[in-house]
């Protein structure tokens, strides 16, 4: 258990809707990343935040949006979806520096018909 | 621009043998990490071992070493006496950034797949 915790496990929605997903960090962890995979592809980073601002953007889309709140639980918003944004999206945290892992929680699988 | 080329889409090895998976990078940066991680056919992703790039010795965590080859930017896993239950998504990443801020990049991975 890498101590994150992913919620929901699996989503489905229709094309034009709005999800969040939820995100708890391991604790003590100040960082928190979201990464999304789609199928039979590498791990895309979206953005990374740590105690509650954000501090590295990826390839995020202008549609999805995220925010970590004073507890350091994150949330990812996802909104006008398309079939094309179905994917397990993954939040890793990790500890402050340039050798710290990542700790994966088990990721949200999101289906959009 | 960071950027993680695994060049190898999937592999085969046979059981008990030695299998290396290759990465190589490309950054700017001086101050840097390596990581290897495993996906399994479950889906959750599993640290193998990590590299400084100021590390002069190969970093080694039981079954795995981590061929570093900072001149040629490369950062080759090496899994000896493979198992069964290696067969897995192997992926490469580099992780820079400063207290400002760290980003941790993956490869497009490599499917292993490991013969009894």
């Known amino acids: 258990d890498s101590g994150v915790t992913q919620t929901p496990k699996h989503l489905i929605t229709a094309t034009g809707q709005r999800v969040t997903l939820r995100c708890s960090p391991r604790s003590g962890d100040l960082s928190v990343y979201w990464y999304q995979q789609s199928l039979d592809q590498g791990l895309q980073f979206l953005i990374q935040?740590?105690?509650?601002?954000?501090?590295a953007k990826g390839n995020i889309l202008e549609r999805f949006s995220a925010q970590q709140f004073p507890d350091l639980h994150s949330e990812l918003n996802l909104s006008s979806l398309e079939l094309g944004d179905s994917a397990l999206y993954f939040c890793a945290s990790s500890e402050t520096g340039l050798r710290e892992k990542l700790f994966f929680g088990s990721g949200t699988q999101l289906s959009v018909l | 621009a960071q950027k993680i080329t695994q060049t190898q889409p999937g592999m085969f090895v046979q059981e008990k043998e030695a299998v290396t998976l290759d990465c190589t990078y490309d950054?700017?940066?001086?101050?840097?990490?390596l990581f290897w991680y495993k996906q399994p056919s479950s889906g959750e992703m599993i640290f193998l071992i990590y590299q400084g790039s100021y590390d002069e010795q190969n970093a080694t965590e039981g079954r795995y070493s981590l061929n570093f080859q900072k001149a040629r930017k490369s950062a080759n896993l090496v899994i000896s006496a493979s198992q069964l239950g290696d067969s897995a998504m192997y992926f490469c990443a580099m992780r820079e950034g400063s207290t400002g801020g760290f980003k941790t990049i993956f490869g497009a991975g490599t499917r292993l797949f490991v013969k009894a």
């Open positions: 935040y740590y105690n509650g601002e954000e501090r």
């Open positions: 950054t700017s940066d001086q101050s840097y990490g």
